[in-house]
């Protein structure tokens, strides 16, 4: 079993800037693949960044300039920076964590969210 748990969310202004954390828990055996996602009210569940175990990065459209992903692997742990946030950037961030479970078969864990509001 995985826990994963978002903290940093909140209410900015537009043009500020957040971080956000995730840490993960429970039975870690090795390095895996995480993600940020968010999900506005009555949209559907977007990704917004996502960084492999060797630290490669990949970024939506709409974010990229803006926002960083990064990890931390001895703290089992995954990092966003948003900056210049955006009216738009209003959602609940969520953290994803994948395990590879063999047999082309997966296992995805998720954190219980984190609200950014982008108000002014």
């Known amino acids: 079993q995985v826990q994963l748990v978002e903290s940093g969310g909140g209410l900015v202004q537009p043009g500020g800037s957040l971080r956000l954390s995730c840490v993960a828990s429970?039975?870690?055996?090795?390095?895996?693949?995480m993600g940020w996602y968010r999900q506005a009210p009555g949209k559907q569940r977007e990704l917004v960044a996502a960084i492999t175990t060797d630290g490669s990065t990949n970024y939506a459209d709409s974010v990229k300039g803006r926002f960083t992903i990064s990890r931390d692997n001895a703290k089992n742990a995954v990092y966003l920076q948003m900056n210049s946030l955006k009216p738009e950037d209003t959602a609940v961030y969520y953290c994803?964590?994948?395990?590879?479970?063999?047999?082309?078969?997966?296992?995805?864990?998720w954190g219980q969210g984190t609200q950014v509001t982008v108000s002014s």
């Open positions: 429970g039975k870690i055996f090795s390095i895996y693949p």
């Open positions: 994803k964590l994948t395990i590879y479970r063999g047999n082309y078969k997966y296992d995805y864990y």
